[in-house]
């Protein structure tokens, strides 16, 4: 079964860290473009990162220089590294694959920064 | 940057009835490959969200063809053809000619 599932949400501290992780199963993260997408409470959809099949990263200006896309081929995983966390950070986050827009979606983790 | 703009921002439908949502985007999605990137999502309460349309008016694999989506350039255009209960929750139009831009969202509800 083609599948995603988030871990490493929680409760951290403003200016603390945090990484969330990606497993999938039933496809191969390497081949594919994968992104990370935020949604806080009551709100909408938002963009945060990609990693494209070849290597390239990107990133929303609003976590630019503070979040880090990576994955683990071997492991066929995704990660969120979030250093300098805010409180405007507290979302649901959601990993998905782009093959022909975000097909295959996660259940979410949500990440909760206290002031 | 892409702004993506959605009309309405909620509606209220009586079942069997039809609806329609709108998105208009600041830059044209054509891109030069000849694909206009320009999609629909649908998240229902409580669960993630979901690809309806891809590429403007291609269904993705098990949508009811109940929803259809068109346009072109700028102008996109979402409908659901009789509403069903199973329906509600919200819609979402997104770009992807550069990177990810997310519309504000749609909210349907069933009168």
């Known amino acids: 079964e083609v599948q995603l599932v988030e871990s490493g949400g929680g409760l951290v501290q403003s200016g603390g860290s945090l990484r969330l992780s990606c497993a999938a199963s039933g496809f191969t993260v390497s081949s594919n473009y994968m992104s990370w997408v935020r949604q806080a409470p009551g709100k909408g959809l938002e963009w945060v990162s990609v990693i494209y099949s070849g290597g390239s990263t990107f990133y929303a200006d609003s976590v630019k220089g503070r979040f880090i896309i990576s994955r683990d081929n071997s492991k066929n995983m995704l990660y969120l590294q979030m250093n300098s966390l805010r409180a405007e950070d507290t979302s649901v986050y959601y990993c998905?694959?782009?093959?022909?827009?975000?097909?295959?979606w996660g259940q979410g983790t949500m990440v909760t920064v206290s002031s | 940057d892409f702004v993506m703009t959605q009309t309405p921002l909620s509606l209220s439908v009586t079942p069997g009835q039809p609806a329609s949502i709108s998105c208009k985007s600041s830059q044209s999605l054509l891109h030069s490959d000849g694909k206009t990137y320009l999609y629909w999502y649908l998240q229902k309460p409580g669960q993630s969200p979901q690809l309806l349309i891809f590429?403007?008016?291609n269904r993705f694999s098990g949508v009811p063809d109940r929803f259809s989506g068109s346009g072109s350039g700028t102008d996109f255009t979402l409908k659901i053809s009789r509403v069903e209960a199973e329906d509600v929750g919200v819609y979402y139009c997104m770009q992807s000619k550069q990177l990810y831009t997310f519309g504000q969202g749609t909210k349907l509800e069933i009168k």
């Open positions: 998905a694959r782009d093959v022909v827009g975000f097909d295959i």
């Open positions: 590429e403007v008016s």
